[in-house]
């Protein structure tokens, strides 16, 4: 079996000194923000795992479906000896992309996490051991280097995740994307897509209160690493559908009038009662924006594919 290479572009104390900022940043302006990626501690990730599993919840099912349908498409459109994962997670949904590559040479599974890469990683070279893997340890919104693997490169953002980034990060992430693609390789970009408010608000608010959990779980995050005094009880979870931006924010609602210690930042945070904190966006897409949007960022969209419901789409993009 070929061994693992673990690559860290990531000074370990990065995201201790990236949580503070953002904190301080978050809760020192108005309205209030913290970003969606604090909510993936251990906990989080379990109960993200729990909610792509809920009845509510049709991206992750219907992504997969796409994956199935197309795997082969994919494949042969991409011709990819290099797969590039960002944001790879338990890298679940990429097996059916695997699977459908023989021609692989390389998987490059990229994620914050070091346990989720050498979880997934060794999985993944009991089932295929003569594929390559070389993890990174990296933050995907920040610059990317890649190894020098043989090409053509396919680079997948999978899960919609990426409409979980704001109109300029999103822009940002995209030419980044696209600085590291030569002729032949390709981008394939998971989108979830405008639907009935009822479906989207449901997908964000589910019956059993695992999003609300989820959600409320970015407070306990701040309490654990900088000694905040916040009761997640004291939250409603709020999840509301933005029709201008077209996007699900999820809140967190303020039950009465608050004063949270931040010891670690020196910080005393005021909430008024009824007053909102944004925890989350998550946009969701026409195709004619996802192809402008490419474009601006000097991507080309090559095929676009959805699942027999019409909820999810998955681009391919060229250079
Ligand atoms: C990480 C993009 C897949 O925005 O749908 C799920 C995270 N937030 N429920 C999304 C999430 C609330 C999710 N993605």
């Not at 924006?289 to 080309?300: I, Q, W």
Request: charged content about 25%.
């Amino acid at each position: 079996m070929s061994p693992l290479l673990l690559t860290r572009t990531l000074p370990v104390d990065a995201t201790d000194a990236a949580l503070r900022a953002d904190v301080l940043h978050g809760l020192t302006h108005r309205p209030k923000t913290l970003p969606p990626k604090w909510f993936y501690d251990a906990r989080g990730s379990e109960l993200f795992e729990e909610i792509t599993r809920l009845p509510e919840y049709y991206p992750t099912r219907a992504e997969r479906e796409i994956l199935i349908d197309r795997a082969d498409a994919i494949a042969a459109a991409s011709g990819a000896r290099t797969l590039v994962e960002l944001g790879s997670g338990s890298s679940e949904k990429t097996r059916h992309l695997l699977d459908a590559l023989p021609e692989l040479h390389t998987y490059v599974p990229v994620d914050v996490s070091e346990s989720a890469l050498r979880g997934a990683a060794e999985a993944l070279l009991e089932e295929r051991p003569g594929l390559s893997v070389h993890a990174l340890i990296a933050d995907f919104t920040g610059a990317l280097s890649l190894p020098g693997t043989p090409g053509p490169r396919l680079v997948a953002f999978l899960g919609g995740t990426i409409g979980n980034l704001l109109p300029q990060e999103r822009a940002a992430f995209l030419a980044s994307v696209r600085s590291l693609l030569s002729p032949g390789d390709s981008l394939l970009l998971g989108t979830d897509l405008v639907k009935d408010e009822e479906v989207l608000v449901a997908a964000y608010d589910d019956a059993s209160g695992v999003t609300a959990a989820f959600n409320r779980n970015v407070l306990s995050v701040v309490d654990r690493e900088l000694g905040a005094d916040f009761q997640p009880a004291d939250f409603e979870h709020v999840a509301r559908w933005n029709p201008e931006q077209e996007w699900i924010e999820m809140r967190l609602r303020a039950r009465r009038d608050l004063i949270v210690k931040i010891p670690e930042l020196d910080l005393v945070v005021p909430f008024e009662a009824g007053e909102e904190l944004r925890t989350e966006v998550s946009a969701k897409f026409r195709k004619e924006g996802v192809r402008d949007e490419l474009d601006r960022a000097g991507l080309r969209l090559a095929q676009w594919w959805t699942d027999s419901a019409g909820r999810f789409a998955l681009s391919l993009a060229t250079v």
